[in-house]
């Protein structure tokens, strides 16, 4: 049994004053959840004043990115540790506008999946193909090149420590949702293939999370999926009414 994550991406939008409304006003509503799994990310200059007010919440907070190294002379750079010390439990790593706006490669996110899990956090890898790489019917190999050279030289046991996010990119943003088709497809696709390259019990065991214009309205059928066990919202996280609604999708 997975249990569901959905977990909520504030890209570049929110200084202290508005996130912490945000937070004030969404935990009143998800209060009553039980056996949903919430994580926020928010930027890394909210991370210590979000982490503070939710305070024994079971509601989590993530890191948007980290660098692979642990210190040293990196000006700019936000490392693992840095992410633990500032309340993080997870990292969100490879996003797509990281890989198109900021040059991530598989490689860049390998190297910063694993020095996440030696920090002890969990990561959210994203993956996902762009409309052109659909269109060419190569779905399938982005998702494979991104799985074999993101999860390399990975044990079983730090595979434990891993999400994987399907965002389709032509879905980011733009009103678009894949259907749930399409996301099961995907899903199921992204789950054979950890299985062959890692084991049966880790493909079972991984969280895979759909990611691309979740709305309130869409969530619960996507949910119904059998391979999607959550969702990576942006925009619909950035209100607290509609955030609650994705994460009460069982209702
Ligand atoms: C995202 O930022 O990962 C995302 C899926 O954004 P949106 O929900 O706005 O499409």
Redo the contacts with the bound molecule.
């Keep these: 049994m997975r249990i569901p994550v959905i977990a909520g ?1 504030w ?1 570049l939008y929110k200084k202290t004053a508005e996130a912490l409304r945000l937070v004030q006003d969404l935990s009143p509503l998800v209060a009553d959840v039980q056996g949903v799994e919430i994580i926020l990310a928010p930027s890394f200059t909210v991370l210590g004043p979000v982490r503070s007010l939710l305070n024994d919440s079971p509601i989590a907070i993530a890191g948007q990115d980290c660098f692979w190294e642990e210190e040293g002379a990196y000006t700019g750079e936000v490392s693992p540790g840095m992410l633990v010390d500032a309340g993080c439990s997870h990292v ?1 790593i490879g ?3 990281r890989r198109h706006y900021f040059a991530e490669t598989d490689e860049t996110v390998n190297k910063k999946i694993r020095a996440a899990i030696q920090a002890g956090l969990f990561t959210i890898v ?1 993956i996902g193909e762009t409309l052109q790489e659909r269109e060419r019917n190569e779905t399938f190999d982005v998702l494979e090149r991104q799985i074999k050279a993101g999860l390399t030289d990975l044990s079983d046991d730090e595979m434990k420590k891993v999400l994987l ?1 399907y ?1 389709p990119v032509w ?5 678009k949702t894949a259907t749930d088709e399409q996301a099961q497809e995907a899903h199921a696709f992204i789950r054979r293939l950890v299985a062959e390259c890692f084991s049966d019990s880790c493909a079972d065991g991984l969280r895979i999370l759909y ?5 309130p309205d869409n969530i619960r059928s996507l949910m119904s999926q059998p391979d999607v066990d959550g ?7 950035l209100t607290a009414e509609s955030f609650a609604a994705i994460i009460h999708y069982q209702k």
């Design positions: 991406n890209k969100i996003h797509s506008e994203c996010a965002e879905a980011i943003g733009t009103g990611g691309g214009s979740v709305k969702a990576l919202v942006g925009g619909a996280s």
